[in-house]
């Protein structure tokens, strides 16, 4: 069993990554700022929340003693933090200033590596807080990363759907085309299983991508026999892009969650479903085990933070696997429309909708007009809010159905553009993410070099090539 135990909603926009010490939990968001909270009773630190990014936060991870906390940022730099009194350390700038994805301490934490939207990839020197290496990926934005066990070798993936694994001098040593729709992430076991055909060690790998899977790898690393990647197989269960994936300490699980707004924790051995946890109201964009308890955390673009206690029980015959269905909005039923209107703050809507007899199909079909007339909602203002929520309810069914053509997508938010404009880099941006950047720099967000002009120029055809894509999706 996976018992719900405890939510975080101290964030103010989406939740982007968790990560746990022996100790402590650390999320980062959208909103700037990186939480750390006390697991002895889920209180925030007294130094928490860490200020000093100036854009979102995308990822943070304790070194292994859990006295480090990194963070990395789309202000293209990775802060690294005290974690016993919040005391920042350093600031280290990404080459060419990328806005970076990730970042990850290896085992000995003698190295911090961070990746960017450029693709470039570095090892820092955790003494000296020097970079000691850099290299780059082809292609496609550096999102992923995990070390081998031993330090001497890491991968990364790509949003072109590629895994490189490299050594410690940064040399590539092999690429492997994994997700044909990009890598989301990737982690490696601790724990080495046995392979019958040569009787050497390999460590098990998982990947998720933007093809809706988790793949399992079995990896090599030797420093005499160079490395070598197995593909194993394919968990199955989400019906939409994976955008996280963690392996538990024992490697005995291994947790995912969705843009389908699930949560899905497998057993290794067998690839087989233990749990299916449906709490989220967004997109889940994190999860991670902790390393000495049976604690699980999730993070999810609705701003929240859920705590989950683990019953680490082996099953028994006859013991019930806990799998909320998915049912799809269409087919919901009158109760469901008035549990998603609890959920959306709109509880005072419930007794409305029930009296009009509301269910799925018609929620999707309300208007403003079919609001005002027919329900008699006279406030512009209640109609309004119906409306974004249903709007959003809406795109959420299109994220799920379809992924977003990357082209659509702003370089700085990665979410879909509503208001495309042209920068004079020749890219094209969301404005209010592009007026937000060149108000505290005059450099480019995908190149790093300066722009001649701040003039940003509406781009008329890509926000009707968004709208023609929206409408065949709403079909």
């Not at 630190?45 to 200020?51: A, I, T």
């Not at 190295?111 to 939207?117: P, V």
């Amino acid at each position: 069993m996976a018992t719900l135990v405890h939510t975080l909603a101290d964030h103010s926009d989406d939740v982007n990554y968790c990560a746990f010490s022996s100790t402590c939990l650390a999320t980062c968001s959208l909103d700037k700022t990186i939480r750390v909270y006390s697991l002895s009773n889920f209180a925030e630190l007294p130094y928490s929340p860490l200020r000093g990014h100036a854009y979102a936060v995308h990822c943070c991870c304790f070194s292994p003693s859990g006295r480090l906390l990194a963070s990395c940022s789309t202000d293209g730099t990775t802060a690294l933090w005290d974690a016993r009194h919040g005391r920042r350390l350093a600031l280290l700038e990404q080459p060419r200033a990328s806005p970076v994805r990730v970042c990850r301490f290896s085992p000995a934490a003698a190295y911090l590596l961070s990746g960017a939207a450029d693709g470039s990839v570095v090892l820092w020197n955790t003494q000296s807080m020097k970079l000691y290496r850099s290299g780059n990926v082809k292609g496609g934005s550096l999102v992923a990363c995990a070390f081998s066990p031993n330090g001497n070798f890491f991968v990364t993936g790509s949003s072109s759907g590629d895994l490189t694994i490299w050594d410690d001098k940064m040399r590539c040593l092999y690429n492997e085309k994994a997700h044909d729709l990009g890598v989301t992430c990737c982690d490696i076991s601790s724990h080495p299983v046995s392979d019958s055909e040569n009787g050497f060690k390999y460590f098990q790998m998982a990947s998720c991508g933007q093809d809706n899977q988790i793949k399992l790898w079995l990896i090599l690393f030797a420093d005499f026999l160079g490395v070598e990647l197995k593909y194993k197989c394919t968990l199955k269960g989400h019906t939409a892009p994976v955008l996280t994936c963690a392996f538990s300490c024992d490697g005995q699980m291994i947790v995912s969650g969705s843009v389908d707004k699930c949560v899905i924790i497998y057993e290794t051995s067998t690839g087989n479903t233990l749990h299916t946890l449906s709490q989220h109201t967004r997109y889940v964009t994190t999860c991670a085990f902790a390393p000495h308890s049976p604690l699980l955390a999730t993070g999810s673009m609705d701003k929240t933070v859920h705590i989950w206690q683990l019953d680490l029980r082996q099953p028994c015959a006859g013991d019930t696997v806990e799998n909320e269905s998915k049912v799809a909005v269409e087919d919901w039923s009158e109760d469901d429309v008035s549990a998603w209107l609890c959920a959306q703050d709109l509880a005072d809507f419930v007794g409305l909708f029930k009296m009009n007899n509301i269910d799925g199909k018609e929620l999707l079909n309300l208007t403003k007009e079919s609001l005002a007339n027919e329900l008699k909602i006279g406030s512009l203002g209640q109609c309004s809010k119906v409306l974004q929520k249903i709007e959003e309810l809406r795109m959420t069914m299109i994220s799920v159905s379809a992924p977003v053509p990357d082209e659509f997508l702003c370089p700085i938010t990665r979410e879909l553009m509503n208001d495309p404009v042209i920068a004079t880099d020749g890219y094209s941006y969301e404005r209010e993410a592009m007026e937000n950047w060149i108000s505290n720099r005059r450099s480019s967000p995908m190149t790093n070099l300066p722009l001649h002009s701040l003039m940003l120029t509406p781009n008329r055809t890509l926000k009707m090539a968004i709208s023609r894509w929206l409408e065949t999706q709403q079909k």
